[in-house]
């Protein structure tokens, strides 16, 4: 008998994990990790005009060429006058293409559509806007929008449930782009992973290791404050680091204080970084400028809409700074019927500057901008 029909005992209520403020697929955040740190603001400050070159709004795919020049050596350079003519610079081509892909896909019933554009409608008229942000702010404090706010969450839901597929597997293609073209430190060698000791038996912070592998950075001559992109290892512990647990009490150094006065580098976590790299102590680490993310989006333009399929961009959700394209299909025959194909789908590659900029006897041979280390507990 069903319990509805019991006499003296309550019909169950329908909620969800989500509306009760219970930790779910839908609530816990997102790593944003290799994803993040090459769109973080510092970074694509860097590279624009290769970055935009597929990513401008029109939806035209393009080849970029880039070239470089070396530098003359100290070899080079005379104590006594000369007339004679000295070496050519040519230029140093290389071409970049975008050809990485990712995408993932689920379904929706014609009806779930339907209801979701009747109910976004239905938003837009009740608070009075159109910008996603203010109709879910506004619409929190109306008894009349909350049924048509549920549906717009039970859509948004859908998107952030396949999201993080996308970004991980997205990360996990770049970071192994990345480490394929990582060079060294002056007088390292490429793809060789440096050691820094980085925290103490008893869990605090051995800041000579950090502070040699800033040194090592320095001496490159590369600008701004490093990223380093790794996994839950001895560094991710301590960058979690501030004056509330292991710092001024500890050895006397406020981590946090550190991080902020001097600019020792950003942190990145990255969930794939111990299988694409060496363990999760494994690293890399990036000047600001020498890993560009290069993004083609397709459905722009006037490739918004082809035939019957629906085609549009959006941010990520929980990483809104990246964009994927969406490709919504209607399936009109067999046993899915009635529904619509939703795909997220991402084109996508990293440049890395060429390893030998800088010719064989120059102190930078084999410096990039970007090299591998290992950020370890110090040695018993």
């Known amino acids: 008998m069903p319990v509805s029909n019991t006499p003296n005992i309550c019909p169950a209520v329908l909620t969800s994990l989500t509306d009760n403020l219970i930790n779910n697929p839908a609530t816990i955040n997102t790593f944003g990790g290799t994803l993040a740190a090459l769109n973080d603001p510092l970074n694509t400050g860097s590279g624009q005009i290769i970055r935009s070159a597929n990513d401008d709004g029109t939806g035209h795919k393009k080849e970029v060429r880039v070239v470089y020049k070396q530098r003359l050596l100290p070899s080079a350079v005379v104590d ?3 007339c004679s003519v000295g070496p050519e610079l040519p230029y140093i081509e290389e071409v970049i293409d975008v050809n990485k892909y990712k ?10 559509v339907r209801q979701f554009c009747a109910s976004y409608s239905e938003l837009v008229r009740l608070t009075g806007t159109n910008d996603p942000k203010q109709i879910v702010g506004r619409a929190n404090g109306m008894g009349a929008a909350q049924g048509a706010l549920m549906v717009a969450r039970e859509i948004f839901n859908d998107f952030q449930l396949a999201a993080n597929a996308l970004i991980q597997a997205v990360n996990a293609d770049l970071l192994t782009s990345i ?6 430190i002056v007088g390292g060698t490429a793809g060789v992973a440096e050691v820094y000791e980085v925290i103490g038996s008893g869990g605090e912070i051995n800041a000579a290791g950090l502070f040699k592998m800033k040194q090592d950075y320095i001496k490159t001559g590369l600008n701004g404050a490093p990223f380093i992109i790794g996994g839950a290892g001895a560094l991710h ?3 979690m680091n501030d004056s509330r647990y292991f710092g001024q009490a500890a050895n006397g150094i ?4 550190v991080r902020s006065n001097t600019g020792i580098a950003q942190f990145f976590y990255d969930q794939n970084a111990a299988g694409v790299i060496d363990g999760e102590d494994s690293a890399v680490v990036i000047a600001p400028g020498s890993a560009i993310y290069t993004p083609f989006l397709q459905y722009v333009g006037n490739y918004g809409k082809i035939g019957v399929t629906e085609r549009f961009t959006m941010p990520l959700p929980q990483l809104p700074q990246v964009k994927c394209d969406v490709r919504i299909q209607p399936i009109e025959c067999g046993e899915n019927a009635n529904s619509y194909s939703v795909w997220m789908e991402m084109w996508y590659d990293v440049y890395t500057p060429p390893t030998d900029m800088f010719p064989a006897t120059d102190a930078l041979a084999g410096v ?3 090299y591998l280390a290992n950020f370890t507990p110090v040695a018993p």
């Open 80 to 82: 006594e006058f000369d």
């Open 254 to 257: 406020n981590f946090e204080t």
């Open 179 to 184: 480490i394929g073209g990582v060079g060294s």
């Open 103 to 112: 995408a993932i896909n689920f379904s929706m019933t014609e009806s779930t």
């Open 237 to 239: 512990q301590i960058w």
């Open 368 to 370: 990039n901008g970007l």
